[in-house]
């Protein structure tokens, strides 16, 4: 008797210690890989390095971070409003196609979203240099956008605002559809039944019932753009000039080129702050937690 | 037969014209090859409790559906309040529907989803509050508006979608097997409370159900389906003691048929031979006549037993006791007569021989008025009832 007790207290024992242990390998990594570099980058953050060749030295420099506002405003402003007018660009493109796949699509569905995941079959960066080649003065497109007069005869699409955001806006539409597409999916169609047999026609029971079921998904979507969208430097690079210039690019040309990895160690986390006061103001907005 | 049943269908329509709500007006809808209702026609009354029940399959689902807009009939006419809306959308209707699932908004409290039907019909904003209330407090939900339906047991969410229905003050409610997912005990609460508030709204209900218990404790009338034809439409007490066809008689609750040959009508009573007895059967269906093979219909409940054979006015038939198994309120006889026929009787405390062991021969007996004739199923009917 007393033996079973104790084999029961042990039980409770382990049961009470197995999650800690499922969560050893996880955190040992997010430890290791993450948090330790991410200290050492804001130690970084704060040191001083007196010339390109010294080795930085800690010393409480805040001089770095108000250097990191003063000389990149615009190329942080310019980033979020790319990366916004991509998340948006992406929305718009990402929801209607979401929708048919998930109620229209019936047996297609698979291939369907096979469709839309296939672009990440090819490397990012050959994605997006295949764009500049669509794009280019020989491009198809630009012949096409100067016969039918959308483009005057001096225009061009490649480096230009334009080129960057379809860019940006391509690479990363998968990550809008998805996660609409789930969402939509999960949306029970009798619900659609219902709202059409209290008076309301298919666009009212668009947008009372599909809409707000469907915003964890556009929620999760516009995350997954933006976030990325606005620390991409590869097309800027690519498809911008030297006025589309993102923080990406900055930070990357700061780390690599100028080797000054203190005022670069700043941009970063002046960009992980403010993406971090978005993410919380945008998921207020919506209110997602209640809808979940 | 058919005739007869059309005929009868027409005659009910007709004594209820003045206040029918909802007329199938010869409707049939084909799904491809498949014939889902063949030739629906009937009326239902303002006010009413109408069940329409029936195997799976049997066609309700799809006539309710098309009641409230969803399907369109491929051919007929469905007339609401006297008005053809065959080809009106379900948002044009003025008939609710309660889903099979709820399909409650699940993002949306109670009460807007309660709201929701006013809400699209633009009704000013305090009559809407005041309107959701009053269908709170029918439901006993008063206290529950501003939870979300997931936060209510399933009894509580079929409240809900009742009273998001009956908040538009319909012509009529559609409820598609709403019960189904409910437990047995809070079916049976549900059902009572359904009726209650039936009679406290006064609107029609249209109910679809394959569970014939339900049908009968609700119902003020039935349409019995099957194979997509309406079989029989009339009251529980009707459609139990006098069914039109075979079919509904062993639809609902327990019949024991009897092959039989008719060997004279006179009036409305039949004598017909059969098991190997002679005995009078009273007769409904015209079409029935002598030198025809027909069915005896008998509830088990209204058989009698008893060693000796029984004298008065009695149709009797002699039988073995092939099995005895007590049942609570009846001891449940399964018995067998000369001719193979399988009888089933239910005999209650009063009638019980104490004596009684399979093997044992007897007779079986009722009073004639118990019986009814119906025509035999034949072969085509039967592949029909298959299918």
Redesign the interface.
């Known amino acids: 008797m007393s033996a079973k007790i104790e084999r029961d207290a042990q039980g409770r024992k382990q049961a009470r210690y197995t999650p800690w242990l499922l969560l050893v390998p996880g955190l040992l990594w997010l430890i290791w890989f993450f948090y330790l570099p991410l200290y050492s980058l804001f130690r970084m953050s704060l040191s001083t390095k007196p010339s390109r060749f010294a080795v930085p030295e800690f010393g409480w420099a805040w001089s770095n971070y108000s250097q990191a506002f003063s000389q990149y405003g615009a190329q942080f402003q310019r980033s979020f409003t790319y990366a916004l007018a991509a998340t948006i660009a992406a929305l718009l493109i990402a929801y209607p196609i979401a929708y048919v796949i998930a109620f229209r699509g019936g047996r297609y569905r698979n291939v369907l979203l096979g469709l839309v995941v296939v672009p990440f079959f090819t490397n990012f960066l050959i994605r997006t240099l295949a764009w500049k080649t669509i794009l280019g003065n020989q491009g198809p497109l630009i012949n096409l956008l100067h016969t039918i007069g959308v483009l005057g005869p001096n225009e061009t699409l490649l480096r230009t605002p334009i080129a960057v955001i379809g860019g940006l806006t391509y690479n990363f539409l998968p990550f809008m559809v998805l996660p609409i597409y789930v969402s939509l999916e999960k949306i029970d169609p009798r619900l659609l039944d219902a709202a059409r047999d209290l008076y309301s026609h298919t666009w009212r029971g668009f947008r009372k019932i599909i809409i707000p079921l469907s915003l964890p998904g556009v929620f999760a979507g516009s995350l997954l753009v933006f976030i990325p969208a606005a620390g991409d430097f590869v097309n800027s690079y690519y498809l911008g000039n030297a006025k589309t210039t993102m923080i990406g690019s900055v930070v990357q040309d700061q780390f690599l080129v100028q080797n000054n990895y203190p005022i670069a160690a700043a941009l970063s986390f002046v960009f992980i702050a403010i993406v971090m006061v978005v993410v919380a103001i945008y998921s207020r907005l919506l209110g997602t937690e209640e809808i979940a | 037969m058919r005739l007869n049943i059309e005929a009868l269908n027409d005659a009910k329509e007709l004594s209820g014209l003045e206040n029918t709500v909802i007329e199938i007006s010869h409707v049939s809808k084909q799904f491809g090859g498949f014939k889902a209702v063949d030739d629906a026609n009937f009326g239902i009354r303002q006010g009413e409790f109408f069940s329409m029940l029936g195997p799976s399959g049997c066609g309700k689902t799809t006539t309710l559906r098309m009641i ?3 399907e369109q009939p491929t051919s007929g006419e469905v007339r609401l309040d006297g008005k053809d809306v065959s080809k009106v ?4 209707r003025n008939v ?2 309660v ?1 099979q ?1 709820y ?5 949306m409290t109670v009460f807007d989803n309660i709201a ?2 006013p809400r ?2 633009k009704a000013p904003k305090g009559e809407i509050a005041g309107r959701v209330k009053e269908m709170l407090e029918i439901v006993h939900l008063a206290d529950f508006a501003e939870r979300r339906p997931t936060q209510l047991s399933g009894g509580q969410q079929q409240r809900v979608a009742l009273a ?2 009956l908040v ?1 003050y319909p012509s009529a409610l559609l409820l598609d097997e709403p019960l189904g997912a409910l437990d047995l005990k809070l079916r049976q609460t549900m059902q009572l409370e359904l009726k209650r508030i039936q009679r406290e709204v006064g609107i029609t209900f249209v109910f679809v159900t394959h569970d014939q218990e339900e049908a009968l404790t609700m119902s003020d009338r039935i349409a019995v389906m099957n194979a997509g034809r309406v079989e029989q439409i009339g009251t529980p007490e009707e459609i139990y003691h006098q069914p039109a066809t075979v079919f509904v008689a062993g639809f609902i609750g327990v019949a024991n048929l009897i092959p039989a040959a008719v060997v004279a009508v006179t009036g409305d009573l039949a004598t017909v031979d059969a098991a190997g007895h002679r005995f009078g059967v009273p007769v409904t269906d015209e079409s029935i006549k002598p030198a025809d093979s027909a069915v005896v219909m008998v509830r088990p409940e209204r058989l009698h037993i008893s060693l000796d054979r029984p004298t008065g006015d009695l149709a009797a038939v002699e039988a073995t006791v092939e099995e005895l198994v007590f049942q609570g309120p009846v001891l449940r006889a399964s018995l067998r007569t000369a001719a193979g026929t399988e009888l089933v009787a239910h005999i209650g405390p009063e009638d019980a021989l104490p004596m009684l062991r399979p093997g044992d021969r007897l007779w079986a007996s009722w009073v004639l008025d118990a019986a009814c004739l119906l025509r035999s199923v034949d072969t085509t009917a039967e592949t029909a009832l298959v299918s």
């Not at chain 2, 959308?89 to 044009?92: A, E, N, S, V």
């Not at chain 2, 399909?103 to 993002?107: S, T, V, Y």
Request: aromatic share 22%.
């Open positions: 409230a807009g969803f959308p379900p948002y044009k609710n529907t889903f699932n399909a409650l908004f699940p993002h929701f039907g699209s019909t998001r229905a538009n």
